[in-house]
């Protein structure tokens, strides 16, 4: 992420500058994450930018700043709180990613100790639990001080606040001496984590009609270690009271005697003293998680072991920390920088997690799209706690085709399996293995629907036009009659680059389609006041008696305000009337049309002066329908428009020859895909194809089609989808409804084109880079100039405007003779 520079080429200016930089940079990150608890970048990343400071560090050493990060331990405690001077640092630990850090850890102790390679050296192997570190102060056995860990040096009392927890004792069991700290982790377990966002979401939730979902979302935590952090480090420790924090005790401080002589000792004495510790089984498991060890292959065999363990514990833990176990020989070691000598953290990567399949659950989209989703056991991976993972569609939860053939990336999924999944960056979470060892007996293949889920109606799959084979997606038949489809329908038509009306989210949506108040569209904009009233009080009652219930409150919510629900009423109405007129591209994407998306929507909003124009353009082009074979062939990804033409072309004297096999002969000039693609459709050698070009040229679509295609720039897949859409007449029902509501739309689209114009009536091509517009751009210029613009190079091309990296387009446009100008000679001849 930083690498602005080249470690090896860096310059002496450009490594201080860049280490100004980072500290800079590292200090705002530690900020956010210690004193906000809301960091913006991932751990993964976090730590990038300190190895990269290291880096430059090493190479530079007389470059190192006093404020350097590699020297400082979490961030300066918040002005919140009052400071605590720490008896003893609270260090951190170095990290090791790799097996060989581990061996090399070792190696490093025992060089230090002067122990020979086969001396004894016992190592402790234990959770890295992913919480925040505290400091617990006992004199004479009895809590008097807890401190976060700060900058290290001097950290945050929040006494009042650890008092609170379960797990941290006021006094000591059995041990009393002078001074001792006890310093471990708190942290908060994945189930608590979740009920306390629900709660908090419902707090929320209060008045909410006009707050987006997202802002009450965004009052959640990220993840239990936010929440943690977050609950503990309150003002008001009654707030910390009512937060579910838990504590694990692994390290000390200041102690005036210590309760044993080994690291292992200590541990086993603090869970004697009232701390929980991972030194004893936990969650019904029979062994502890903490090891003592005698080689660094039991080391890595122990971290494998917690690392499989990981989902069923419920808290998240982020690696596994080492420590040599003898305190003696830990003294010996003492310190660098930051950390000690003697122990290492060994991080688990930090973009992937395994977890459990509880559940494969099907959800209905807008377009009947059967999805299947993964419930899994939560698990935090790169700061986000990921329970569900898209499965995508039926063959990748198979594994296989419909041929039963496997597909690449497919990994046969079943309820109960062990799955790695992987998050980077702020791509959607996605399962990248299977364990299959781990599988459980009798887990059987996911048996998927053939009828959909929600309205019982068959679910099919079609034959996909682009690769003229069977689509790995699944399809409820019902379209708007299913009340799955109908709901998505209605969020997509409210969505913010649809009608975007303001203060209506989905879960709204979703009340009024139950409430029987918006079937369709059109009924957002015949809602009565009234009926409105029954469900935003609903709403409201709902919402507030979650909050009660999370509050653990005893007495009955109180009603609401009556006049607050009025002014609700009236503010959704009014954004509603607000959208009453739109524009065309707008109106045409809300309707939700297959293969009709933004751009498409805008391309034919271009072409059409409103609504009616736009369903006579449709109906005249439905009577120029082509037959299926031209809609074929013209559909196939790989045959772009020049091929197809050349298709289409062929000698009627070929065609009647019963010795000419097309594929085999190669005279039609195709590359290696396209005949790929064509053998799979018409036999190894072409076979059907001559048969399918026959009918094909015999189904040539009229003029209104190829109009509504070229002119709407939309491609024959999209322009059936349209015809198919409009043939449907409870949709036709549905754009007339709304017309009658009173929705009107706009089109600014350009005036007629000057007829000065030089490119008028003209067909030109870009190609390559433009540097200048981008295409959409140029397209759109050369259109109000009354150029028509084309994607492929004919005979009939006027023009090809090419910038660099041009290619094919430019090959074809030597050899039919067309005209090639740059982007510069086309920006001066349209002025
Ligand atoms: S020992 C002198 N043991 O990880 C170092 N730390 O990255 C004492 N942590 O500051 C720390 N689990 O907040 C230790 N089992 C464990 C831990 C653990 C989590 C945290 C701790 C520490 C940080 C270092």
Not at 72 to 92: C, D, N
Not at 535 to 540: G, K, P
Not at 788 to 816: C, N
């Amino acid at each position: 992420m930083s690498d602005l520079f080249d470690l090896d080429t860096m310059t002496p200016a450009e490594a201080a500058a860049e280490l100004e930089r980072l500290s800079l940079e590292i200090a705002e990150h530690n900020r956010r994450y210690h004193e906000d608890d809301a960091p913006t970048v991932t751990d993964a990343e976090f730590d990038a930018l300190r190895r990269r400071n290291e880096a430059i560090e090493a190479r530079f050493p007389d470059l190192v700043r006093a404020d350097t990060p590699s020297r400082k331990v979490g961030s300066a405690p918040s002005a919140k709180f009052a400071k605590i001077r720490h008896a003893v640092p609270m260090l951190s630990l170095d990290n090791a990613f790799a097996d060989e850090d581990v061996a090399d850890f070792a190696r490093r102790v025992r060089r230090f100790l002067g122990l020979s390679e086969d001396a004894k050296l016992a190592i402790t192997a234990e959770p890295k639990i992913d919480g925040l570190s505290l400091s617990l102060r006992y004199e004479k056995g009895r809590l008097v001080s807890a401190a976060t860990r700060g900058d290290g040096q001097v950290g945050e009392d929040v006494t009042a606040n650890a008092r609170t927890l379960d797990d941290i004792p006021g006094e000591l069991t059995g041990f009393s001496p002078e001074i001792f700290e006890v310093r471990g982790e708190v942290y908060m377990t994945h189930a608590d984590f979740a009920a306390l966002n629900a709660r908090l979401l419902a707090e929320a939730g209060e008045g909410a009609e006009g707050e987006g979902e997202g802002a009450r979302k965004a009052r959640q935590f990220a993840n239990p270690r936010n929440a943690a952090a977050g609950s503990l480090r309150q003002k008001d420790a009654t707030v910390t009271k009512s937060r579910p924090l838990r504590f694990f005790a692994y390290a000390w401080g200041q102690t005036s005697e210590l309760p044993g002589e080994t690291q292992s000792e200590v541990v086993a004495a603090l869970q004697a003293m009232g701390f929980q510790t991972n030194a004893v089984p936990q969650n019904g498991r029979t062994e502890p998680l903490m090891r003592r060890l005698e080689t660094v292959d039991g080391l890595i065999e122990h971290y494998r072991r917690i690392e499989a363990e990981r989902a069923s514990l419920g808290y998240d833990i982020d690696g596994v920390v080492y420590k040599v176990d003898d305190l003696e020989q830990q003294r010996e070691l003492g310190f660098v920088s930051r950390a000690p000598r003697w122990a290492i953290a060994h991080k688990f990567s930090a973009e992937q997690a395994t977890t459990v399949v509880e559940e494969i659950v099907i959800n209905v989209g807008r377009t009947g799209k059967l999805a299947p989703l993964a419930k899994l056991r939560p698990v935090t991976v790169g700061g986000v706690v990921v329970s569900n993972v898209t499965l995508h569609n039926e063959d990748y939860v198979a594994g296989r085709d419909a041929d039963g053939q496997p597909i690449r990336g497919g990994r046969d999924i079943r309820i109960g399996d062990t799955v790695v999944i992987q998050r980077a960056g702020d791509v959607i979470p996605q399962v990248v293995d299977v364990v299959i060892e781990k599988r459980p007996d009798g887990a059987e293949p996911f048996l998927y629907p053939d009828h959909c889920p929600i309205c019982g109606s068959k679910a099919e799959r079609e034959i996909n036009p682009r690769t003229g084979r069977l689509d790995s997606v699944r399809r409820c038949t019902a379209a708007m009659t299913c009340p799955a489809q109908a709901k998505e329908g209605l969020k997509h038509f409210v969505s913010r680059n649809a009608f975007d009306i303001e203060g209506l989210g989905g879960t709204f949506v979703e009340e009024l389609f139950d409430a029987g108040l918006a079937r369709q569209p059109a009924d957002l904009f015949r809602m009565e006041f009234d009926r409105l009233r029954d469900v935003i009080e609903a709403r409201r009652r709902a919402l507030s008696e979650a909050r009660r219930q999370a509050e653990g409150k005893a007495e009955p919510a109180k009603p609401a305000k009556r006049n607050e629900t009025t002014k609700a009423i009236d503010n959704l109405l009014g954004a509603i009337e607000a959208r009453k007129t739109v524009s065309l591209d707008r109106f045409i994407f809300a309707l939700g049309i297959p293969e009709i998306g933004e751009a498409s929507a805008k391309a034919l909003a271009r072409h059409f002066d409103d609504v009616r124009a736009l369903i006579g353009g449709v109906d005249a082009a439905e009577r120029g329908r082509p037959g299926e074979d031209w809609a074929e062939l013209s559909s196939l990804n790989t045959i772009g428009g020049v091929t197809f033409e050349r298709l289409m072309t062929v000698d009627e004297a070929k065609l009647n020859d019963t010795e000419w096999k097309p594929l085999r002969d190669g005279e039609l000039g195709l590359k290696a895909n396209q005949r790929v693609a064509l053998r799979e459709r018409y036999g190894e050698e072409g076979e059907g194809l001559v048969e399918a070009l026959r009918r094909a040229k015999a189904g040539a679509p009229g003029d209104a089609f190829l109009r509504l295609t070229r002119d709407g720039d939309i491609g024959t897949v999209a322009t059936l989808s349209l015809i198919h859409f409009f043939a449907e007449a409870h949709n036709r029902e549905a754009v007339e409804a709304l017309l009658d509501a009173g929705v009107s739309t706009t089109n600014e689209r350009a005036a007629p084109p000057p007829a000065s114009s030089p490119v008028r009536d003209k067909i030109v091509v870009f190609t390559g880079t433009l540097e200048k517009m981008t295409r959409g751009e140029a397209k759109e210029r050369a259109e109000a100039l009354g150029a028509k613009v084309s994607g492929s190079v004919s005979k009939k091309t006027d023009l090809v405007v090419a910038g660099p990296g041009a290619g094919s387009k430019l090959v074809d446009a030597q050899k039919h003779g067309v005209k090639v100008i740059s982007e510069d000679e086309w920006l001066a001849m349209i002025g």
